[in-house]
DNA sequence: GGGTTTCCACCTAGGTGATAAATT
DNA sequence: AATTTATCACCTAGGTGGAAACCC
Protein backbone atom coordinates (compact mmCIF):
# COMPACT_ATOMS: atom_id res chain seq x y z
CA UNK A 1 0.00 0.00 0.00
CA UNK A 2 1.62 3.12 -0.60
CA UNK A 3 -0.96 5.50 -0.91
CA UNK A 4 -1.01 7.57 2.10
CA UNK A 5 -3.97 7.40 4.41
CA UNK A 6 -5.18 8.60 7.39
CA UNK A 7 -8.46 7.51 9.39
CA UNK A 8 -8.55 10.53 11.48
CA UNK A 9 -9.61 14.41 11.00
CA UNK A 10 -7.43 16.36 13.30
CA UNK A 11 -4.43 14.30 11.18
CA UNK A 12 -5.63 15.84 8.04
CA UNK A 13 -3.90 19.21 9.18
CA UNK A 14 -0.75 17.50 10.11
CA UNK A 15 2.17 18.01 7.52
CA UNK A 16 5.40 15.95 7.09
CA UNK A 17 8.46 17.51 5.72
CA UNK A 18 11.34 15.26 4.37
CA UNK A 19 14.46 17.53 5.89
CA UNK A 20 17.24 15.89 3.73
CA UNK A 21 15.00 16.07 0.40
CA UNK A 22 18.00 17.39 -1.52
CA UNK A 23 20.32 14.70 -0.46
CA UNK A 24 17.47 11.99 -1.36
CA UNK A 25 17.10 13.87 -4.58
CA UNK A 26 20.75 13.44 -5.85
CA UNK A 27 20.27 9.65 -4.90
CA UNK A 28 17.00 9.09 -6.75
CA UNK A 29 18.24 10.34 -10.21
CA UNK A 30 21.22 7.78 -10.00
CA UNK A 31 18.83 4.95 -8.59
CA UNK A 32 19.37 4.81 -5.01
CA UNK A 33 21.01 1.52 -3.88
CA UNK A 34 20.62 0.43 -0.05
CA UNK A 35 23.25 -2.22 1.53
CA UNK A 36 21.28 -4.97 3.64
CA UNK A 37 23.51 -7.56 5.65
CA UNK A 38 23.13 -10.35 7.93
CA UNK A 39 23.81 -8.20 11.02
CA UNK A 40 21.85 -5.25 9.69
CA UNK A 41 23.18 -2.09 8.22
CA UNK A 42 22.37 1.66 8.48
CA UNK A 43 20.37 3.14 5.91
CA UNK A 44 22.47 6.06 4.12
CA UNK A 45 20.70 8.90 3.20
CA UNK A 46 18.83 8.99 6.54
CA UNK A 47 14.94 9.30 7.12
CA UNK A 48 14.69 12.85 8.83
CA UNK A 49 11.48 14.59 8.96
CA UNK A 50 9.91 17.62 10.67
CA UNK A 51 6.20 17.56 11.06
CA UNK A 52 4.10 20.88 11.33
CA UNK A 53 0.27 20.95 12.30
CA UNK A 54 0.39 18.61 15.33
CA UNK A 55 -1.45 19.66 19.11
CA UNK A 56 0.86 20.91 21.43
CA UNK A 57 -0.37 18.78 24.45
CA UNK A 58 -0.97 15.63 22.44
CA UNK A 59 1.46 12.49 22.08
CA UNK A 60 2.57 10.82 18.83
CA UNK A 61 4.57 8.23 18.29
CA UNK A 62 6.52 8.07 14.50
CA UNK A 63 7.33 5.16 12.91
CA UNK A 64 8.96 3.84 9.70
CA UNK A 65 7.94 0.70 7.51
CA UNK A 66 9.43 -0.31 3.82
CA UNK A 67 7.21 -2.07 1.57
CA UNK A 68 8.01 -3.29 -1.56
CA UNK A 69 7.14 -1.01 -4.51
CA UNK A 70 5.93 -3.75 -7.33
CA UNK A 71 6.39 -7.51 -7.53
CA UNK A 72 9.51 -7.68 -9.52
CA UNK A 73 13.07 -8.45 -9.08
CA UNK A 74 15.73 -6.56 -10.67
CA UNK A 75 19.55 -7.33 -12.04
CA UNK A 76 22.21 -4.86 -12.84
CA UNK A 77 23.56 -4.62 -16.00
CA UNK A 78 26.56 -3.50 -15.85
CA UNK A 79 27.75 -3.09 -19.71
CA UNK A 80 24.32 -0.77 -20.04
CA UNK A 81 24.71 0.59 -16.88
CA UNK A 82 20.79 0.16 -15.71
CA UNK A 83 18.71 -1.79 -13.86
CA UNK A 84 16.76 -4.45 -15.76
CA UNK A 85 13.43 -6.87 -14.49
CA UNK A 86 14.63 -10.40 -13.93
CA UNK A 87 11.44 -11.57 -12.64
CA UNK A 88 8.85 -11.98 -10.18
CA UNK A 89 9.47 -11.24 -6.82
CA UNK A 90 10.26 -13.31 -3.89
CA UNK A 91 8.06 -13.91 -1.34
CA UNK A 92 8.39 -10.88 0.95
CA UNK A 93 9.13 -10.84 4.34
CA UNK A 94 6.30 -10.14 6.78
CA UNK A 95 6.71 -6.15 6.53
CA UNK A 96 8.16 -5.15 10.52
CA UNK A 97 7.19 -1.69 11.63
CA UNK A 98 10.03 0.49 13.07
CA UNK A 99 9.24 2.56 15.88
CA UNK A 100 11.38 6.03 16.41
CA UNK A 101 13.49 5.18 19.31
CA UNK A 102 12.29 8.56 21.07
CA UNK A 103 9.29 8.04 20.47
CA UNK A 104 6.09 9.12 22.13
CA UNK A 105 6.79 12.54 21.06
CA UNK A 106 4.25 15.38 22.78
CA UNK A 107 2.94 17.90 19.50
CA UNK A 108 5.88 20.54 21.50
CA UNK A 109 8.51 18.41 20.83
CA UNK A 110 7.49 17.41 17.22
CA UNK A 111 7.57 20.90 16.44
CA UNK A 112 10.92 21.83 17.36
CA UNK A 113 12.87 19.04 16.76
CA UNK A 114 13.72 16.77 13.32
CA UNK A 115 12.90 13.30 13.94
CA UNK A 116 15.89 10.93 12.52
CA UNK A 117 15.40 7.53 11.65
CA UNK A 118 19.70 7.30 11.73
CA UNK A 119 19.12 4.25 13.90
CA UNK A 120 17.18 2.29 11.57
CA UNK A 121 18.83 -0.68 10.13
CA UNK A 122 17.93 -3.12 7.27
CA UNK A 123 18.83 -6.59 7.38
CA UNK A 124 18.41 -9.99 4.75
CA UNK A 125 17.91 -12.14 7.20
CA UNK A 126 14.57 -13.24 7.86
CA UNK A 127 15.39 -14.89 11.18
CA UNK A 128 16.35 -11.53 12.56
CA UNK A 129 15.71 -11.20 16.26
CA UNK A 130 17.25 -7.55 16.60
CA UNK A 131 13.77 -5.78 15.53
CA UNK A 132 15.84 -4.55 11.80
CA UNK A 133 13.66 -4.20 9.03
CA UNK A 134 13.82 -7.97 6.95
CA UNK A 135 14.07 -6.67 3.23
CA UNK A 136 14.74 -9.09 -0.16
CA UNK A 137 17.82 -8.16 -2.08
CA UNK A 138 17.63 -7.24 -5.48
CA UNK A 139 13.97 -5.68 -5.01
CA UNK A 140 12.86 -2.19 -5.26
CA UNK A 141 11.63 -0.32 -1.82
CA UNK A 142 9.72 2.42 -0.30
CA UNK A 143 10.29 3.54 3.17
CA UNK A 144 6.88 5.23 4.72
CA UNK A 145 6.60 7.22 7.61
CA UNK A 146 4.02 6.55 10.05
CA UNK A 147 2.43 9.14 12.61
CA UNK A 148 0.09 8.00 15.02
CA UNK A 149 -1.95 9.97 17.60
CA UNK A 150 -1.93 8.32 20.81
CA UNK A 151 -5.01 8.62 22.70
CA UNK A 152 -4.35 9.55 26.44
CA UNK A 153 -5.24 6.25 27.77
CA UNK A 154 -2.73 4.27 26.12
CA UNK A 155 -1.48 0.83 26.83
CA UNK A 156 2.70 1.30 27.52
CA UNK A 157 5.30 -0.61 27.95
CA UNK A 158 7.53 1.54 30.20
CA UNK A 159 8.58 4.37 27.13
CA UNK A 160 7.29 2.12 24.46
CA UNK A 161 3.52 2.16 23.64
CA UNK A 162 2.80 -1.08 21.81
CA UNK A 163 1.77 -0.31 18.02
CA UNK A 164 0.70 -3.79 16.47
CA UNK A 165 -0.91 -2.05 13.62
CA UNK A 166 -1.13 1.42 12.95
CA UNK A 167 -4.73 0.61 11.46
CA UNK A 168 -6.17 0.27 15.01
CA UNK A 169 -5.19 4.11 15.67
CA UNK A 170 -5.45 7.27 14.91
CA UNK A 171 -2.85 7.41 12.21
CA UNK A 172 -1.59 9.20 9.37
CA UNK A 173 1.08 7.89 6.36
CA UNK A 174 3.15 9.66 4.40
CA UNK A 175 5.41 8.38 1.78
CA UNK A 176 8.17 10.28 0.15
CA UNK A 177 8.97 8.89 -3.37
CA UNK A 178 12.23 10.26 -3.63
CA UNK A 179 12.83 7.60 -0.94
CA UNK A 180 12.47 4.48 -2.92
CA UNK A 181 15.14 2.38 -3.36
CA UNK A 182 16.88 -0.95 -4.22
CA UNK A 183 18.08 -3.21 -1.43
CA UNK A 184 21.56 -4.93 -2.71
CA UNK A 185 24.38 -7.38 -0.49
CA UNK A 186 26.92 -5.09 -2.40
CA UNK A 187 26.70 -2.12 -4.86
CA UNK A 188 26.13 -2.06 -8.36
CA UNK A 189 26.02 1.25 -9.80
CA UNK A 190 29.59 3.12 -9.38
CA UNK A 191 28.16 6.11 -8.73
CA UNK A 192 26.02 5.26 -6.49
CA UNK A 193 29.18 3.89 -4.67
CA UNK A 194 30.66 7.10 -5.24
CA UNK A 195 27.51 9.15 -3.86
CA UNK A 196 27.47 7.35 -0.81
CA UNK A 197 31.22 7.65 -0.58
CA UNK A 198 31.44 11.23 -1.00
CA UNK A 199 28.70 12.34 1.50
CA UNK A 200 28.19 9.83 4.02
CA UNK A 201 31.25 10.65 6.74
CA UNK A 202 31.37 7.21 7.88
CA UNK A 203 32.91 6.67 4.47
CA UNK A 204 35.47 9.45 4.79
CA UNK A 205 38.49 6.98 4.26
CA UNK A 206 37.45 6.30 0.74
CA UNK A 207 37.15 9.41 -0.65
CA UNK A 208 39.39 10.23 -3.32
CA UNK A 209 41.73 13.41 -1.60
CA UNK A 210 42.77 10.62 1.19
CA UNK A 211 43.28 8.01 -1.04
CA UNK A 212 46.62 8.20 -1.44
CA UNK A 213 48.37 5.89 -4.57
CA UNK A 214 51.42 3.90 -3.93
CA UNK A 215 53.12 6.78 -6.15
CA UNK A 216 51.85 9.77 -3.61
CA UNK A 217 52.97 7.16 -0.69
CA UNK A 218 56.54 6.95 -1.91
CA UNK A 219 56.54 11.00 -2.81
CA UNK A 220 56.07 11.78 1.15
CA UNK B 1 19.85 15.01 53.96
CA UNK B 2 21.89 11.74 53.96
CA UNK B 3 19.30 9.77 55.29
CA UNK B 4 17.20 7.51 53.26
CA UNK B 5 13.58 8.75 52.88
CA UNK B 6 10.67 7.08 52.15
CA UNK B 7 6.63 8.92 51.89
CA UNK B 8 4.92 6.26 50.40
CA UNK B 9 4.05 3.09 51.73
CA UNK B 10 3.89 0.89 48.95
CA UNK B 11 7.61 1.86 48.50
CA UNK B 12 8.61 0.29 51.53
CA UNK B 13 8.60 -2.81 49.98
CA UNK B 14 10.95 -1.73 47.36
CA UNK B 15 14.77 -2.68 47.76
CA UNK B 16 17.12 -1.23 45.82
CA UNK B 17 20.68 -3.37 45.43
CA UNK B 18 24.20 -1.76 44.21
CA UNK B 19 25.05 -4.35 41.41
CA UNK B 20 28.84 -3.14 41.38
CA UNK B 21 29.50 -2.73 44.98
CA UNK B 22 32.41 -5.22 44.91
CA UNK B 23 34.21 -2.17 42.21
CA UNK B 24 33.09 0.65 44.36
CA UNK B 25 34.30 -1.11 47.70
CA UNK B 26 37.94 -1.67 46.34
CA UNK B 27 37.48 2.18 45.30
CA UNK B 28 36.14 3.31 48.92
CA UNK B 29 38.79 1.62 51.10
CA UNK B 30 41.47 3.65 49.20
CA UNK B 31 39.21 6.82 49.02
CA UNK B 32 37.34 7.31 46.13
CA UNK B 33 38.28 10.47 43.81
CA UNK B 34 35.92 11.82 41.42
CA UNK B 35 37.25 13.93 38.55
CA UNK B 36 35.54 17.35 37.38
CA UNK B 37 35.91 18.90 34.55
CA UNK B 38 34.56 22.24 32.97
CA UNK B 39 32.57 20.35 29.93
CA UNK B 40 31.59 17.29 32.09
CA UNK B 41 33.16 13.94 33.45
CA UNK B 42 31.49 11.13 33.71
CA UNK B 43 31.66 9.01 37.25
CA UNK B 44 33.62 5.82 37.18
CA UNK B 45 32.77 3.72 38.95
CA UNK B 46 29.09 4.00 37.47
CA UNK B 47 26.32 3.35 39.95
CA UNK B 48 24.27 0.79 38.62
CA UNK B 49 21.59 -0.20 40.62
CA UNK B 50 18.41 -3.05 40.59
CA UNK B 51 15.39 -2.98 42.03
CA UNK B 52 12.94 -5.68 43.37
CA UNK B 53 9.37 -5.64 45.25
CA UNK B 54 7.85 -2.63 42.57
CA UNK B 55 4.71 -2.98 41.24
CA UNK B 56 4.37 -4.67 37.95
CA UNK B 57 2.49 -2.18 36.28
CA UNK B 58 3.00 0.37 37.63
CA UNK B 59 5.18 3.23 36.22
CA UNK B 60 8.46 4.54 38.09
CA UNK B 61 11.21 7.18 37.37
CA UNK B 62 14.94 6.72 38.53
CA UNK B 63 16.93 9.96 39.49
CA UNK B 64 20.20 10.64 41.04
CA UNK B 65 21.73 13.53 42.97
CA UNK B 66 24.69 13.95 44.95
CA UNK B 67 24.63 16.13 47.88
CA UNK B 68 27.53 17.20 50.25
CA UNK B 69 28.44 14.77 53.43
CA UNK B 70 30.14 17.70 55.26
CA UNK B 71 30.82 21.76 55.38
CA UNK B 72 34.36 20.77 55.08
CA UNK B 73 36.94 21.50 52.27
CA UNK B 74 39.82 18.69 52.12
CA UNK B 75 43.40 18.60 50.91
CA UNK B 76 45.68 15.82 50.08
CA UNK B 77 49.26 15.52 52.17
CA UNK B 78 51.11 14.05 49.62
CA UNK B 79 53.51 13.25 51.63
CA UNK B 80 51.68 11.80 54.22
CA UNK B 81 49.56 10.11 51.47
CA UNK B 82 46.18 10.96 53.47
CA UNK B 83 43.37 13.40 53.33
CA UNK B 84 43.17 16.25 55.86
CA UNK B 85 40.57 18.86 56.38
CA UNK B 86 41.46 21.96 55.12
CA UNK B 87 38.62 24.32 56.30
CA UNK B 88 34.86 25.29 55.76
CA UNK B 89 33.49 24.07 52.92
CA UNK B 90 32.51 26.95 50.14
CA UNK B 91 28.67 27.64 49.18
CA UNK B 92 27.48 24.80 47.78
CA UNK B 93 25.86 24.83 44.21
CA UNK B 94 21.79 23.99 44.32
CA UNK B 95 21.75 20.46 44.16
CA UNK B 96 20.62 19.07 40.78
CA UNK B 97 18.69 16.45 40.31
CA UNK B 98 19.35 13.77 37.53
CA UNK B 99 17.00 11.93 35.84
CA UNK B 100 17.80 9.01 34.29
CA UNK B 101 17.98 9.36 30.71
CA UNK B 102 15.42 5.86 29.96
CA UNK B 103 12.63 7.01 32.52
CA UNK B 104 10.63 6.28 32.91
CA UNK B 105 9.97 2.62 33.94
CA UNK B 106 7.60 0.27 34.47
CA UNK B 107 7.80 -2.26 37.40
CA UNK B 108 8.07 -5.09 34.94
CA UNK B 109 10.92 -3.35 32.96
CA UNK B 110 12.87 -2.43 36.49
CA UNK B 111 12.54 -6.10 37.72
CA UNK B 112 14.06 -7.16 34.57
CA UNK B 113 17.06 -4.43 33.72
CA UNK B 114 19.38 -3.09 35.89
CA UNK B 115 19.38 1.08 36.09
CA UNK B 116 23.20 2.11 34.98
CA UNK B 117 23.56 5.85 36.06
CA UNK B 118 26.82 5.76 33.32
CA UNK B 119 25.77 8.75 31.65
CA UNK B 120 25.86 11.19 34.37
CA UNK B 121 28.53 13.76 33.97
CA UNK B 122 30.09 15.88 36.61
CA UNK B 123 31.36 19.67 36.41
CA UNK B 124 32.30 22.36 38.73
CA UNK B 125 30.98 24.76 35.84
CA UNK B 126 28.54 26.52 38.17
CA UNK B 127 26.97 27.87 35.25
CA UNK B 128 26.84 24.38 33.06
CA UNK B 129 23.51 24.28 31.08
CA UNK B 130 23.93 21.03 29.80
CA UNK B 131 22.33 19.46 32.82
CA UNK B 132 25.34 18.18 34.52
CA UNK B 133 25.71 17.86 38.31
CA UNK B 134 27.65 20.69 39.52
CA UNK B 135 30.41 19.78 42.12
CA UNK B 136 33.05 22.00 44.44
CA UNK B 137 36.23 20.83 44.30
CA UNK B 138 37.93 19.16 46.82
CA UNK B 139 34.26 18.90 48.90
CA UNK B 140 33.02 15.46 49.85
CA UNK B 141 29.88 14.02 48.43
CA UNK B 142 27.47 11.31 48.66
CA UNK B 143 25.09 9.91 45.24
CA UNK B 144 21.67 9.11 45.94
CA UNK B 145 19.17 7.34 44.36
CA UNK B 146 15.78 8.49 44.11
CA UNK B 147 13.12 5.82 43.40
CA UNK B 148 9.77 8.08 42.36
CA UNK B 149 6.43 6.22 41.72
CA UNK B 150 4.20 7.68 38.94
CA UNK B 151 0.88 8.94 39.16
CA UNK B 152 -1.39 7.60 36.53
CA UNK B 153 -2.26 10.96 35.48
CA UNK B 154 1.35 11.74 35.71
CA UNK B 155 2.51 15.33 33.33
CA UNK B 156 4.55 14.41 30.82
CA UNK B 157 7.23 16.56 28.71
CA UNK B 158 7.41 13.60 25.83
CA UNK B 159 9.23 10.90 27.71
CA UNK B 160 10.18 13.14 30.12
CA UNK B 161 8.18 13.35 33.32
CA UNK B 162 8.31 17.11 34.95
CA UNK B 163 10.29 16.27 38.87
CA UNK B 164 11.03 19.07 40.23
CA UNK B 165 11.35 18.26 43.65
CA UNK B 166 11.01 14.62 45.28
CA UNK B 167 9.39 15.87 48.04
CA UNK B 168 5.89 16.51 46.16
CA UNK B 169 6.03 13.01 44.54
CA UNK B 170 5.36 9.62 45.93
CA UNK B 171 9.62 8.40 46.48
CA UNK B 172 12.45 6.62 47.86
CA UNK B 173 15.57 7.25 48.28
CA UNK B 174 18.03 4.92 48.50
CA UNK B 175 22.15 5.90 49.87
CA UNK B 176 24.98 3.43 49.11
CA UNK B 177 27.61 4.91 51.52
CA UNK B 178 30.34 3.19 49.66
CA UNK B 179 29.91 5.20 47.02
CA UNK B 180 31.38 8.67 48.39
CA UNK B 181 34.08 10.32 46.83
CA UNK B 182 36.06 13.45 47.17
CA UNK B 183 35.70 15.96 43.89
CA UNK B 184 38.88 16.78 42.21
CA UNK B 185 40.40 18.38 39.38
CA UNK B 186 43.04 15.98 39.17
CA UNK B 187 44.04 12.47 40.96
CA UNK B 188 45.28 13.21 44.08
CA UNK B 189 46.12 9.45 45.66
CA UNK B 190 47.99 7.43 43.02
CA UNK B 191 46.58 3.95 44.30
CA UNK B 192 42.81 6.27 42.65
CA UNK B 193 44.72 6.64 40.07
CA UNK B 194 46.12 3.15 39.23
CA UNK B 195 42.56 1.29 40.28
CA UNK B 196 40.84 3.43 37.60
CA UNK B 197 43.21 2.78 34.98
CA UNK B 198 42.96 -0.75 35.97
CA UNK B 199 39.33 -1.31 35.83
CA UNK B 200 37.88 1.72 33.67
CA UNK B 201 38.14 0.14 29.98
CA UNK B 202 38.31 3.70 28.66
CA UNK B 203 41.87 3.87 30.50
CA UNK B 204 43.48 0.90 28.99
CA UNK B 205 46.09 2.75 27.12
CA UNK B 206 47.61 3.40 30.52
CA UNK B 207 47.65 0.45 31.86
CA UNK B 208 51.18 -1.12 32.78
CA UNK B 209 51.20 -3.96 29.87
CA UNK B 210 50.16 -1.63 27.59
CA UNK B 211 52.99 1.31 28.59
CA UNK B 212 56.35 0.34 26.85
CA UNK B 213 59.19 1.94 28.12
CA UNK B 214 61.76 3.46 25.94
CA UNK B 215 64.17 0.11 26.61
CA UNK B 216 60.84 -2.03 25.82
CA UNK B 217 60.73 0.02 22.72
CA UNK B 218 63.36 -0.29 21.46
CA UNK B 219 63.95 -3.92 21.78
CA UNK B 220 61.01 -4.79 20.06
C1' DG C 1 52.64 26.27 45.73
C1' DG C 2 48.21 24.43 45.25
C1' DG C 3 44.77 24.03 42.17
C1' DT C 4 42.83 24.22 37.35
C1' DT C 5 42.76 24.05 32.35
C1' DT C 6 44.08 22.57 27.88
C1' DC C 7 45.78 19.53 24.75
C1' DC C 8 47.24 15.03 23.54
C1' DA C 9 48.05 9.92 22.68
C1' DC C 10 45.54 6.04 23.37
C1' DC C 11 41.71 3.67 24.11
C1' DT C 12 36.30 1.81 23.33
C1' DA C 13 32.51 1.39 20.27
C1' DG C 14 30.75 1.12 16.08
C1' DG C 15 29.62 2.81 10.95
C1' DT C 16 32.00 2.72 5.97
C1' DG C 17 33.18 0.40 1.23
C1' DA C 18 36.92 -2.74 -0.73
C1' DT C 19 38.34 -7.16 -1.31
C1' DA C 20 38.58 -11.95 -1.63
C1' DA C 21 36.50 -16.10 -0.43
C1' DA C 22 32.38 -18.73 -0.11
C1' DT C 23 27.98 -20.02 -1.73
C1' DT C 24 24.48 -21.29 -4.99
C1' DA D 1 28.33 -16.33 -13.39
C1' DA D 2 25.84 -13.93 -10.03
C1' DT D 3 25.22 -13.06 -5.47
C1' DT D 4 26.45 -13.27 -0.57
C1' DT D 5 29.59 -13.39 3.36
C1' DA D 6 33.55 -12.40 6.26
C1' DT D 7 37.29 -9.61 7.20
C1' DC D 8 39.84 -5.50 6.95
C1' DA D 9 41.69 -0.61 6.93
C1' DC D 10 39.89 3.64 7.73
C1' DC D 11 36.80 6.56 9.44
C1' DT D 12 33.36 9.13 13.29
C1' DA D 13 32.39 9.94 18.00
C1' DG D 14 33.69 10.24 22.35
C1' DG D 15 35.74 8.49 27.16
C1' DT D 16 40.67 8.00 29.58
C1' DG D 17 44.81 9.94 32.45
C1' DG D 18 49.37 12.38 31.54
C1' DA D 19 51.84 16.49 31.12
C1' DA D 20 52.60 21.08 30.54
C1' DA D 21 50.76 25.51 30.80
C1' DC D 22 48.21 28.52 33.33
C1' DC D 23 46.25 30.67 37.04
C1' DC D 24 45.87 33.12 41.77
Redesign the interface.
Known sequence: MLKPKCNCPELERVDCRLENKELWDRFHELGTEMIITKTGRRMFPTVRCSFSGVELDA?YVALMDIVPVDVKRYRYAYHRSSWLVAGKADAPAPVRLYMHP?A???G??LRKQVVSFEKTKLTNNEMDKSGHIVLNSMHKYQPRIHLVKLRPDYH????TPVINNVEYQQFRTFVFPETQFIAVTAYQNQLITKLKIDSNPFAKGFRDSSRLTDLERYEM
Chains 1, 2 share one sequence.
Not at 156 to 159: D, E, L
Open positions: RDPFTEQYNGN
